[in-house]
């Protein structure tokens, strides 16, 4: 059980900045997860917070205790690697009790910690055996459990999801999540996988370039995302951006782009005359009406993508392919002419310049 | 599944377009020749000195030679036996041997380690694991006279104290350059996560690196022994009468009254004996430490 906290931290690799200026804070007992494409610094980040890169510049807190010019070793908590790094010389119950056998621990309390790690995470019957003769499912598990042994205060997860397979992957997901709710160990989990930082955890961080550019929980970043990045990062398929110009319209405010007018969100005293947006849509808040004729946004579908439980259909509109969510059911065909339609105060408004939000 | 099974099987093995018979043929022979080759300028020798030793000397020195022997004979290593004080000199090769070869691994195994994994200031790594390279770029009498004399003022003349010293140096830069490539492909993750684990450098290093590379310094481990067993010119050159290896006991047979060919060769098969059971012994860690990396497990 520990509080984490980043002050100013940053991260040169000689000329090139990894991580900028990062002031974080992580609640004792959360589940944090630092999120963004590869390069953005995220492992970095959880590199210095391990104690396994240095920090450039800044502090990092534990438990309100400067660990900045830690070992490792000395900083009590455990790390789960994308390649597992279990060691291949020793057998399954080796490599578990590994860490408390060069902390001294006496034998008979490594073996029942062991046995009950094992236990808990379903290779009791693997204990035996070597790494290379386990799947990669089973590496995956005992990398955890070697975690786990540890009971440390801090628990570091590097990519843990993303050498399994994609059923796996999902299936290991949510026993992540039933396994650390139980435990109430903070959590720091740092993965490129927009749906893993979406379901497991309780806050996320999202990253771009050593910057972050968001931190809140998962649904304040779906709903009110600061910048175009958090709103493109988050959702699958992604959200659609559009470029529009403000414009008067009948009933107040509209936002016209090429080949469509959508009525604007509310507040609209901030927005003049003139002004150019970028309007972000996300797919399921698009609503398609059949009538297309005189619609303010007509064009025809281009692609239909059965899902399964939803079924996604791709338009032109604005110069972009527009992905729309519908139900699975739907009889829509390429070809069909169809107008759209968003509920205005569904709408994400985006500076162009700066790509940040309009709508706080 | 009945109807992709009714399909009937292709004979495919029948419709397959061979190579044209003449240049599989004109390929067996080149490979197989090249293999009998290499298989004659090992193996000639090395049965023309096992039969040697079996001969008499009317046989070993007939004109034409003679290759198979019709009236052996264990002459030679009786003479061998009564007259040399064997044990002592085989004693000496042991002890030199083993002690060079376990200094070299030891301490190269070490330089190796931090040329690999450290990253010294100024770029060092790389210009000190050259300069070790350079120690055997020229050759080593080169160094004979101006390295007897150290060795004489130090007192050590005709020790296996000398040996020993000479042949951890000579084997040093050897271990090091091959170790800092097996240490480099010992995944970087595996260190990190047994810093997580509470390891400083030190356990890092026994407890993780150097068990995963077992086979690696097995590998040059023999190497380096075999490179002290056989070595002649510094042994010759170090050693009077106490602290001679087998090599120089065997370079003793030429003597101004003609060549000793039957004790001579006899001691050579005696030579060759341990380090060829040693190798076949550890064959498999050979070829896995000298093969390491190569392959993706």
């Given amino acids: 059980m520990a509080s984490v906290e980043f002050v100013h931290v940053s991260k040169r690799y000689g000329r090139v900045e990894a991580v900028s200026d990062l002031s974080l804070r992580i609640a004792d007992g959360e589940f944090m997860t630092l999120v963004g494409p590869s390069g953005c610094g995220k492992s970095t980040t959880l590199n210095m917070l391990a104690g396994l890169d240095e920090v450039s510049a800044g502090e990092i807190l534990i438990d309100d205790e400067a660990v900045t010019g830690m070992p490792a070793s000395e900083r009590d908590i455990a790390m789960v690697f994308q390649s597992y790094a279990l060691y291949p010389h020793m057998s399954v119950r080796d490599n578990l009790g590994f860490a408390l056998k060069v902390h001294g621990e006496a034998k008979a309390a490594i073996a029942a910690k062991v046995d009950r790690a094992a236990a808990m995470l379903g290779i009791a019957d693997l204990l035996d055996r070597k790494p290379r003769q386990l799947s990669g499912g089973q590496r995956q598990r005992v990398a955890l459990g070697r975690a786990l042994v540890r009971e440390p205060r801090l628990f570091l997860l590097d990519e843990p999801l993303s050498n399994l397979d994609a059923k796996l992957r999902v299936q290991m997901r949510a026993e992540l999540r039933l396994l650390f709710d139980r435990l109430e160990t903070t959590v720091v989990f740092v993965t490129h996988d927009q749906a893993e930082a979406m379901t497991l955890s309780d806050r996320v961080a999202i990253f771009d370039r050593g910057v972050v550019q968001q931190v809140g929980t998962p649904m304040e970043l779906y709903d009110a995302p600061a910048n175009t990045f958090v709103a493109g990062f988050l959702g699958s398929p992604p959200m659609t951006f559009l470029e529009a110009t403000v414009a008067d319209g009948a009933a107040g405010p509209m936002l016209a782009g090429e080949g469509f007018a959508l009525a604007a969100p509310a507040p609209r005293d901030r927005l003049r005359r003139g002004q150019p947006v970028v309007v972000g849509i996300r797919p399921e808040d698009i609503e398609v009406s059949r009538d297309a004729a005189g619609h303010p946004a007509a064009t025809a579908i281009s692609l239909v993508e059965p899902m399964g439980s939803t079924t996604i259909v791709y338009a032109p509109l604005g110069g972009k392919l527009i992905a729309i969510e519908t139900d699975k059911g739907t009889d829509l065909a390429p070809g069909d002419p169809i107008g759209i339609g968003v509920p205005p105060d569904r709408l994400h408004l985006f500076d162009p310049e700066t790509g940040r939000s309009l709508s706080a | 599944m009945a109807a992709v099974s009714s399909v009937p099987a292709r004979p495919a093995a029948r419709s397959r377009r061979r190579p044209s018979s003449v240049s599989a043929v004109s390929w067996g022979l080149l490979r197989w020749g090249t293999i009998a080759l290499a298989l004659l300028a090992v193996l000639v020798p090395f049965f023309w000195l096992v039969s040697t030793s079996f001969k008499r000397e009317v046989d070993y020195l007939a004109d034409p030679p003679r290759f198979l022997v019709e009236n052996w004979t264990l002459a030679g290593y009786e003479t061998l036996f009564s007259r040399n004080d064997l044990g002592h000199f085989f004693l000496n090769s042991v002890v030199v041997t083993l002690a060079s ?197």
């Avoid at chain 2, 694991?129 to 060795?151: G, S």
């Avoid at chain 2, 020993?164 to 996560?193: D, K, Q």
């Avoid at chain 2, 490179?227 to 003597?255: C, D, H, Q, S, Y």
Wanted: net charge positive.
């Fill in chain 2, 101 to 297: 070869t376990a200094l070299a691994v030891t301490l190269g195994s070490l330089a190796a380690y931090t040329l690999a994994r450290a990253r010294l200031p100024f770029k060092l790594n790389g210009a000190l694991a050259f300069w070790m390279l350079l120690t055997r770029m020229y050759p080593a009498i080169a160094t004979a006279i101006p390295y007897f004399l150290i060795i004489r003022d130090l007192q050590l003349l005709d020790t296996r104290w000398a040996l020993i010293v000479t042949y951890t140096a000579f084997n040093l830069p050897f271990v090091v350059w091959l170790m800092i490539g097996f240490f480099e492909e010992v995944p970087a993750e595996l260190e990190r996560a047994a810093m997580i684990d509470g390891c400083g450098a030190w356990q890092r290093f026994t407890r993780i690196v150097l068990p995963i590379s077992g086979p690696a310094l097995v590998a040059t481990a023999i190497l380096s022994a075999i490179l002290a067993w056989n070595e002649f010119l510094f042994a010759v050159m170090l050693t009077r009468t106490e602290a001679k290896t087998l090599p120089v006991v065997m370079a003793g047979f030429i003597t101004d009254k003609g060549m000793l060919w039957d004790q001579m060769t006899a001691l050579g098969v005696v030579t060759v004996l341990p380090v060829l059971l040693f190798a076949l012994a550890v064959q498999r860690y050979l070829v896995r430490g000298l093969t390491l990396g190569a392959v993706k497990e």
